[in-house]
């Protein structure tokens, strides 16, 4: 080996099969799910037996508990060098002692992700047993920003649906009506799989009339002007591998109008369509859409709601059927707010170590001039500012100056709450997302240093994501270089100066 006569030594070898049969493949999956759930459970146990540091803080009509570990035992480790992480959607009981009454108080809570608005943590659990309030009082555990820490004692409670998935899939993969998949999961022979068109019924018997798939085809076709990519999915849906098509790209690619297409399309070859999200405001975002589609073209209205949880809307008018969508169609009463530049003189400053962009003079105007009024007006109309405001950033650099500024806000204004502050978001993680009002920071001062704000895809989904308001915080966005006025500007800056010639600018210095 260490004077090998062949010159590359790393040359593909043949094998057989990875398993020789469906059920010893079975075997191995449901061992290793078996295996992977009790290493799960054992890390989560030693997790749980030491007292962890906690402090509740205020989220909306919520109270969170942001958790700092303590140091434990950690499975597999014998100095405790690895990072652990607690399972997703992990529910639990939290014990703790009221320092003023000495009693011990017991919570009900849920893991939830990092929350931008308060401070790191290595944890976050939502208290779903007790408001916020409940804490507020004079008999629990004070709520105020104090920076004291107290002992809890965490009592994990196991969901198990992931496992219980697993185990169900190896069971299922075993029936005879999945055999297609026993080229994958034997050999990885992707070529076995056999080509379904998902345009054609099941069922044999079943046949779809030549006039409804000819309207059908017609329309799909003749919607919109679909690109090259978009008519490669379409196209897709008649030859998909195993019936099945993944369809992945960046923010404002058109992934979600592929969707709203291609639901009507099923719907009038006469299927049933099933569409599902992750969040209701993604539900709600595709029933508009769907709910234009079919005006437009006058199609029956044919839309069904089933949701996990309960949106704002619907726990605000008690209604799960289509009308709700119907409520963001509201016009603002005001036009001239509606869409709006504001023009902020500043200087396009990089991240020396991520270099990414932020122009601070953009976050100051924005927390020096306008929030306080935004907050004051949703005050009046007992409305929730992070329920109906987004900040759009084009940069994380810009983001992080938001967040900070929110927490600035916060330390020196006791009379206010992460609810009276606005979501704040890069531009691919507003994607799918929507708000009453949105604010688009793009970082720009001018028309030829637009950086990636140049691509037209990205500023279309900051631009869709407001349903009633939209302003951009910018600058005067003329050329910085003289030789490059005369070049076509970018789709952010020809908006910029069609909105000054309708008045919609103010200029700040």
């Known amino acids: 080996m260490l004077l090998p006569i062949i010159k590359h030594p790393m040359v593909p070898i043949g094998c057989t099969n990875t398993f020789t049969t469906v059920k010893e493949a079975s075997v191995q999956l449901a061992y290793s799910a078996v ?20 402090k509740v803080f205020p989220l909306g009509n919520f109270a ?22 607690l399972p997703k959607e992990m529910g639990a009981s939290i014990v703790f002692k009221d320092r003023r009454s000495g009693m011990s108080v017991k919570v009900k809570t849920i893991l939830i992700g990092n929350v931008a608005e308060l401070p790191p943590h290595d944890a976050f659990f939502q208290i779903i047993s007790e408001s916020a309030e409940y804490f507020g009082s004079g008999e629990m555990v004070s709520v105020g920003r104090s920076p004291e820490y107290f002992d809890v004692k965490i009592e994990p409670v196991y969901n198990s649906a992931t496992y219980a998935s697993q185990l169900a899939t190896v069971a299922q993969l075993q029936l005879p009506g999945n055999r297609r998949w026993h080229g994958i999961l034997l050999n990885q022979v992707h070529d076995a799989i056999k080509i379904i068109d998902l345009t054609q019924p099941k069922e044999a018997e079943a046949t779809i009339a030549p006039h409804i798939r000819r309207r059908a085809d017609a329309w799909l ?26 369809v992945m790209g960046p ?24 569409a599902l999200a992750p969040a209701n405001s993604n539900v709600d975002h595709l029933a508009v859409q769907l709910g234009r589609i079919e005006e437009r073209e006058k199609l029956p209205s044919a839309l069904k709601f089933l949701r996990m949880y309960p949106s704002t809307i619907v726990a605000e008018h008690g209604s799960h059927s289509f009308d709700e969508s119907r409520l963001y169609k509201v016009e603002a009463t005001d036009a001239d707010i509606r869409l709006h530049w504001v023009e902020v003189k500043g200087d ?24 306080p009024r935004l907050i004051e007006c949703f005050r009046q109309m007992d409305k929730r500012v992070d329920e109906h405001i987004m900040i759009i ?30 979501q704040v978001l890069t531009v691919d993680a507003s994607q799918g997302r929507e708000a009453s009002m949105v604010v688009f920071d793009g970082s720009c001062q001018h028309s030829d240093c637009m950086g990636f704000v140049n691509d037209d895809a990205r500023c279309n ?13 910018g600058g005067a966005m003329n050329a910085k270089r ?3 006025s005369n070049r076509k500007p970018a789709t952010l800056a020809k908006y910029k100066h069609e909105l000054g010639l309708m008045g919609k600018c103010h200029r700040f210095a």
């Open 461 to 473: 989904v900051a631009i869709t994501r407001a349903k009633e308001v939209f302003w951009v915080i």
């Open 482 to 484: 003289a030789e490059n």
């Open 393 to 422: 950033c084009a940069y994380t650099y810009a983001l992080h100056e938001y967040l900070d500024g929110i927490r600035k806000m916060l330390r020196h204004n006791d009379h206010l709450t992460v609810a009276d502050m606005p």
């Open 35 to 54: 295996a992977s759930e009790a290493e799960a459970r054992e890390s989560t146990k030693l997790w749980a037996q030491v007292y962890h540091s906690a």
């Open 221 to 246: 076709e003749d919607w919109m002007t679909w690109n090259e990519e978009q008519v490669a999915v379409i196209e897709g849906i008649k030859v998909a591998k195993g019936g099945t098509i993944l």
């Open 64 to 85: 969170v508990l942001g958790v700092r570990f303590q140091k434990f035992e950690k499975l597999g480790s014998a100095n405790g060098e690895l990072h652990y992480r």
């Open 251 to 274: 923010a404002g690619t058109g992934k979600t109008l592929l969707q709203e297409a291609l639901s009507i399309y099923f719907y009038l070859l006469g299927f049933h369509v099933l």
């Open 348 to 371: 396009r400053i990089r991240h020396p170590g991520t270099k990414s962009l932020c122009v601070r003079e953009h976050v100051q105007v924005f927390f020096k001039m306008i929030l």
